[in-house]
């Protein structure tokens, strides 16, 4: 598994319940754009449009020896994803007012690019302050145990 990009802001500003895999519906210049790591997710969002999800706001830079001419860095792609983990999703989204959030984009086994996609509620502020407290804290002690 080779990771492409990563959402780091995702588990600062969510509190992250589910996370399922979904593939992406890209032509074959973003594909070799993406073995040069050129993309990131650090703005993009999930939307749900008429029973479908799109993955929103993600840059993926032209590859420089394409043919495409209508080649947009920044263009709405359909996420694959199955029928029951959809109606799954679909229903947290309007049930219990949940987002979907893009965690990470990767390159799996068969070199299929694949979305780590994350059902999550929005983090406070002082839920903030809290897992920052909680992260510091972790260095410290790593700290404290190496040198000991």
Same mark, same amino acid.
């Given at each position: $598994? ?14 992250i319940?589910? %996370? ?7 032509? !074959?210049?973003?594909? =070799? ?21 799109? +993955? ?22 359909? /996420?694959?994803?199955?029928? =029951?983990?959809?109606? %799954? +999703?679909? !229903? ?5 007012? +949940?987002?979907?959030?893009?965690i990470? $984009? ?12 994350? /059902? ?13 407290? +909680? %992260? ?13």
């Open positions: $598994m080779k990771v492409i990009a990563n959402n780091k802001r995702a588990t600062y500003d969510y509190d319940t589910l %996370k399922i895999n979904s593939g992406l519906v890209l032509t !074959g210049s973003e594909v =070799k754009s993406l073995r040069i790591n050129s993309s990131s997710i650090k703005e993009a969002y999930v939307q749900e449009k008429k029973g479908e999800l799109w +993955l929103c706001n993600c840059y993926i830079k032209k590859y420089n020896s394409s043919s495409d001419k209508l080649n947009e860095p920044i263009r709405q792609r359909k /996420l694959l994803i199955s029928k =029951k983990e959809l109606n %799954k +999703l679909l !229903g947290s989204i309007k049930k219990e007012g +949940l987002s979907i959030v893009p990470s $984009m990767y390159f799996n086994d068969n070199g299929l690019v694949k979305l780590n996609i994350g /059902l999550g509620r929005g983090k406070k502020k002082y839920d903030k302050r809290q897992s920052q407290k +909680l %992260k510091d804290w972790n260095k410290n002690k790593q700290r404290l145990l190496k040198n000991n």
